[in-house]
T-cell receptor
Framework: EAQVTQNPRYLITVTGKKLTVTCSQN?????MSWYRQDPGLGLRQIYY???????DKGDVPEGYKVSRKEKRNFPLILESPSPNQTSLYFC???????????????FGNGTRLTVT | GNSVTQMEGPVTLSEEAFLTINCTYT??????LFWYVQYPGEGLQLLLK?????DKGSNKGFEATYRKETTSFHLEKGSVQVSDSAVYFC???????????????FGKGTKLSVKP
């Protein structure tokens, strides 16, 4: 089944403890992206990647890192999580090198992160 | 800058009622427009899309028409069902905005609850 898989679904951690949220897609998609969803703020883009070894900042990149060593994987790394990073995170991918009319986004089911 | 504005929710309707969720946008150039839907506990899914003025996107009984003169892309459904309860996001994509070429800009989402 074609899908975007995120792990874990739920994560509770403490301030400063490094964590990684994994994202993998099995559709050979070029473009991958991370979003966070917060009440009243909607979806905001954190980082995106148009190709292997190519990543770029979105609207809210502070406190996050990503890597794209393989086409299928796009992990999100929080080196030193803080409570303001408590959020619902989504990974998404699309077939072409952007998220356009002919290349809509496919989303994972989300990771709910709580930082205490 | 480029942006999407959606009507604030939540919207509560009875089954078989008519639905309209307003969406207006600000953009340079000629963006493509999308509606995504997020069912409880899931990621977003593409619902419908349109790429140029007067295009009508439709899917699952939902429709939206790209109105360039009013910069709008309102979502409508003639008769909602309980299973339509979800959060609906309007989004746009296009070239040369915000340094994130080809990325999507989302509205804040509108939560719809349909009562039997």
């Amino acid at each position: 089944e074609a899908q975007v898989t995120q792990n874990p679904r739920y994560l509770i951690t403490v301030t400063g403890k490094k964590l990684t949220v994994t994202c993998s897609q099995n559709m050979n998609h070029e473009y991958m992206s991370w979003y966070r969803q917060d009440p009243g703020l909607g979806l905001r883009q954190i980082y995106y990647s148009m190709n292997v070894e190519v990543t770029d900042k979105g609207d809210v990149p502070e406190g996050y890192k990503v890597s794209r060593k393989e086409k299928r994987n796009f992990p999100l790394i929080l080196e030193s999580p803080s409570p303001n990073q408590t959020s619902l995170y989504f990974c998404a991918s699309s077939p072409q090198r952007d998220a356009s009319y002919n290349s809509p986004l496919h989303f994972g089911n989300g990771t709910r992160l709580t930082v205490t | 800058g480029n942006s999407v504005t959606q009507m604030e929710g939540p919207v509560t309707l009875s089954e078989e009622a008519f639905l309209t969720i307003n969406c207006t946008y600000t953009a340079t150039g000629y963006p493509s427009l999308f509606w995504y839907v997020q069912y409880p506990g899931e990621g977003l899914q593409l619902l419908l899309k349109a790429t140029k003025a007067d295009d009508k996107g439709s899917n699952k009984g939902f429709e939206a028409t790209y109105r360039k003169e009013t910069t709008s892309f309102h979502l409508e459904k003639g008769s909602v069902q309980v299973s339509d309860s979800a959060v609906y996001f309007c989004a746009l994509s296009g070239l040369n905005y915000g340094g994130s070429q080809g990325n999507l800009i989302f509205g804040k989402g509108t939560k719809l609850s349909v009562k039997p």
